[in-house]
């Protein structure tokens, strides 16, 4: 064989070593089932979205969607591990193969979208940036907060979103920033800022956790956009359609009125092709996402539809006591919407 040649055929080896392993990297689903644990990164530090209590009991809605892909992928919602993860460095743990799934209080914009290597599924939770006072402030709008010092948190979209909403009202900023919602809030607490900016949501756990909701007062602007979304590494999309369509399922549930309660007698009685495509009754559905038989049951069965997760993790029979606002179904007033089961 001439040189040339040799050159030339090592580089084909080496073009389809490097093919045959970016092909087994990429399939996560095949990777979950192997190991029989789904690896979910999570904030862990944030009531209502992903919490771990002093007795290791985690809760929240993120916590509730990555037992959601467990029952659908592996057949019980507990096998799970929750990895808490930092805002800076989320990305990086994803992309990198330490988690399957990044369930982290995100929000999906465009240059994490393009930039990152990573897709986001679709919006778990809509989200928008907001401002906590004390209530012996009497400060009643985010208006009056011109000059005065507000803490946020650093690596987020939070930052930005402040600086271009002063500018657009001609307000001069004291911005200070913090690597976390712990440290913002401690310096909330001793005076260093005035306000504390996050989004409606943390501002809520983070109110609901100090105990003392009278003490302190979230204003009624709303900043951004902040559509939290689940999100996977790009380039494997039969593990992104999974991870999809157990959101959609969710939200599909609760529109079809099927619950955690009622899903078995529902699913026993099912005769239009909608439902026994929704609850996988036929199995038709596990069959082309690589799932078995009944996965979309498991998870209602197992974890609730949308809004049984929402209430008790953000609602009425949680401490945050939120209310759906943009969260509600569609056919309620707010825009939770998902492509039918059909």
Known sequence: MHQPSRWLAALVLVVLSLGLTSAAQA???ADVKQRGVLRCGVN?????????????????????????????????????ELVPISTANRFDVLNEGEIDLLSRNTTWNLSRDLDLEIVFVATLYYDGQGFMVGRETNTLSALELGKKPICALADTTGPDDVRAYFRLHSKDLDLKEFPDIKA??????DGTCYALTADHSQLHAVRAALGSESAHRILPEVISKEPLAPAVRRDDARWFDVVRWTLFTLINAEEAGIDSKNVDQVRARAQSADLRVLLDVDGASGK??????????????????????FERNLGEGSAL?????????????GILYAPPAR
Not at 49 to 62: E, N, Q
Not at 184 to 189: E, G, S, V
Not at 301 to 309: K, S
């Open 27 to 29: 399939d996560t689903l």
């Open 321 to 333: 006591k939120m209310k759906r606002g943009l969260n509600a179904l569609w056919l309620n007033g």
């Open 288 to 309: 082309l996402l690589g799932l078995d038989h009944g996965w979309s049951y498991r998870i209602i069965d197992q974890v609730g539809n949308y809004a049984e997760v």
């Open 44 to 80: 862990g530090e944030l009531p209502g979205l992903s919490y771990k209590d002093a007795k290791g009991v985690w809760s929240g809605l993120d916590v509730d969607f990555c037992r959601a892909v467990a029952a659908a992928v592996l057949g019980h919602k507990d096998k799970v």
């Open 184 to 189: 913002a809030t401690k310096a909330y607490l």
